[in-house]
């Protein structure tokens, strides 16, 4: 795994290994709880997974390792900060900005990043096309205003943040 983010914490063997349970659990936690959706809308002609099942089938499908998933976290509260405080969200929300957030996360980490071919595949077809996802990934990054860097105090703070809540890494 090669990064952009040239931290000695990154070094460590643990930011290679596969995230653990409780980095899943929290994970989850974080997703549910940043997007707050004004009415349950289940009228959709699709029906998405439950969002915390939905997160652990990504993250095992394509065995995320600690950086991919902690880098995707720094991502959505960047995305979060961005949104107004009382902001409501529509079905689907948070399981859009999770895809979104691992698939860049990756391409600024990795040197063979996900594409969205592999993430269709984690997904599955009948709930979103190719072109979705990339539009996804698209407006994602325009949310976030195409900013991938992550300087070192940001990156060590979220790592604290993670420690502090006993989140084994």
Same mark, same amino acid.
């Given at each position: 795994?090669?990064?952009?983010?040239?931290?000695?914490a990154?070094?460590?063997?643990? /930011? =290679?290994? +596969?995230?653990?349970a409780e980095l899943i659990d929290f994970t989850t936690t974080s997703?549910?709880?940043?997007?707050? /959706? =004004?009415? +349950?809308?289940?009228?959709?002609s699709h029906q998405l997974p439950d969002l915390p099942a939905?997160?652990?089938k990504i993250i095992?499908?394509?065995?995320?390792?600690?950086?991919?998933?902690?880098?995707?976290?720094?991502y959505v509260h960047r995305l979060k900060s961005q949104l107004p405080k009382n902001y409501e969200t529509e079905y689907g929300t948070a399981h859009r900005v999770f895809i979104s957030s691992i698939l860049v996360a990756s391409k600024y980490v990795d040197?063979?990043?996900?594409?969205?071919?592999?993430?269709l595949d984690s997904v599955g077809k009948d709930i979103w096309s190719i072109k979705d996802i990339i539009r996804m990934e698209?407006?994602?990054?325009?949310?976030?205003?195409w900013d991938l860097s992550i300087d070192r105090s940001a990156f060590d703070s979220?790592?604290?943040e993670l420690r502090e809540n006993q989140i084994v890494l």
């Open positions: 795994m090669a990064t952009n983010l040239a931290y000695p990154l070094n460590e063997h643990s /930011m =290679s290994k +596969p995230a653990s997703m549910c709880s940043f997007f707050h /959706m =004004s009415q +349950p809308q289940r009228q959709k939905f997160i652990t095992h499908d394509l065995n995320l390792p600690v950086l991919n998933v902690v880098v995707c976290l720094i040197d063979v990043p996900i594409t969205a071919r592999k993430m698209r407006a994602f990054l325009s949310f976030i205003q979220y790592l604290n």
